[in-house]
């Protein structure tokens, strides 16, 4: 096989004016929630900062944060003063501001923080100029504008915080475009657009001939990387769903309190959502701590709602099923019942006798599976319900999040188009079918790699994902 040779790396230039949100764009572009200091505070980064992104191990782009600049106005008048005349070019005129002590610490460096990003900017192959769009078009602005201008390098102006109700998007885009700047793109670091994203790298590329293989190649790799995580999060979905459809604790008939046995039952499908959670926080590289997935009842929030409790279900739009178990055994099912186990058992276990009957008619069949003498308790269809919407919607809010967000992490109280097959519909086939297989499930298991071997568990769960995985890419397309 040849080896290609290394794509020439991009070097862009973050820059614009103090808190318009370039450190927060860096922490987007790179995915990485830890990328220099937010605030809003204003001149929060004081130093340029580098960091790369790779496309198979190898470096692509360097982005360079700056600090904001602060006083245009100021350095325009000065830079002004500084070009002898019109036969020499500003480049040279900027050049010069950057080896005089106005550029550097010192009494007399009243444009420090200024030369540093502008030092920055002549350093790299283009700049990303980043504007607050909720901002009204100032003096200030077009005074970076002109600067910039000065630098003989490539501009991109790119209006951030467009998701906001405030953004003046369309009265920026009139103002660029008078200023003579045609590609502008248009970004919001919080609520993330990977469109928005793609368009951005392909207006770099429309003014960037050289780099344009490298850019193309950035693309593609970050489509393929978003496709991944779709797929990877299904799959991450479809071992959850599975191993708790599958799950079946068997009670003895004998058995005087059965509270913590149902209690135990609970706890072990709490903790495998927990662990999914921290599974797909973890692979989209967002803090543990960035959502609050409060597994005990509270008395606000869904997610605060307890996986068994009728709330949670309502407010997911899962529909309760007919035979629902009242009492202790609320989000559970009695599977079926057999010899001794009568309905005044089924009554010390904590279940009304209504809601008993209904699910043992709908479990009746699988009688055969059961032990002589025991109960076999698992988890309620309607709580897989929920299950698999709570964690469908979270994918989808991970998916839409930019890593400069500051908030928690919130998913929609809403019930959506689309959410049908898991809130009311039938169930996918796979998910039927692991409740038949109490053997796939690892939660109470003693040594759950075992059960990764297993093909026929192997082969539901791509099934699974494949249906999770279409669906979380047509309600994304929505
Ligand atoms: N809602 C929203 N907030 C944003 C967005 N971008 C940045 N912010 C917020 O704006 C503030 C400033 O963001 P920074 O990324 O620190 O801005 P900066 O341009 O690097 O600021 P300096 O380093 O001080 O020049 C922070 O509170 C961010 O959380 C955005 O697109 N939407
Ligand atoms: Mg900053």
Known sequence: MTRSLPLPVVKIAVVGHTNTGKTSLLRTLTQNVDFGEVSDRPATTRHVEGTVLLVDGMPMVELYDTPGLEDSIGLLEHLDGLRPGRETDWIDAIRGFLDSPAAHAGPEGAFEQEAKAIRQVLDSDIALYVIDARDRVLGKHRDELEILGRCAIPVVPVLNFVASAEAKTEQWREHLSRAGMHAV????????????????????????????????????????????????????LADLLIDVAAYRVLVSTDEPNTAPIVEALKQAVRDREHRCVAALLEMFRFRPDDYEADLVPLDNGEWGMDLFSPESLMDFGVRAGGG?????????????MVGGMTLGAAAA?????????????????????????????????????????????????????????????????????????WTSGRLPKALSRAKTHSEWSRLGTADPSAIGADSKRAATETELAGVIEAELSRSLEI
């Open 349 to 421: 276990l904590g279940a009304t006798i209504g809601g008993l009957y209904g699910t043992f008619e709908s479990h009746g069949k699988r009688i055969a599976d059961t032990v002589r003498g025991f109960t076999a308790l698992r988890v309620q269809e309607e709580t897989l319900r929920l299950l698999a919407v709570r964690q469908m919607r979270l994918i989808r809010a991970l998916l839409r999040r930019g890593h400069a967000s500051p908030d928690k992490i919130q998913i929609e109280a809403q019930a959506k188009e689309g959410e049908k097959t």
């Open 324 to 336: 629902a178990v009242a009492g202790g055994l609320t989000g559970l099912a009695v599977d079926a």
């Open 185 to 236: 793109a248009e970004f919001d670091t919080v609520v993330l657009n990977e469109n928005a994203e793609q368009r951005l790298f392909e207006k770099m590329q429309s003014l960037l001939d050289t780099f344009r293989p490298t850019l193309a190649a950035l693309i593609k790799d970050r489509k393929q990387r978003r496709a991944n995580l779709i797929r990877a999060s299904a799959d991450l």
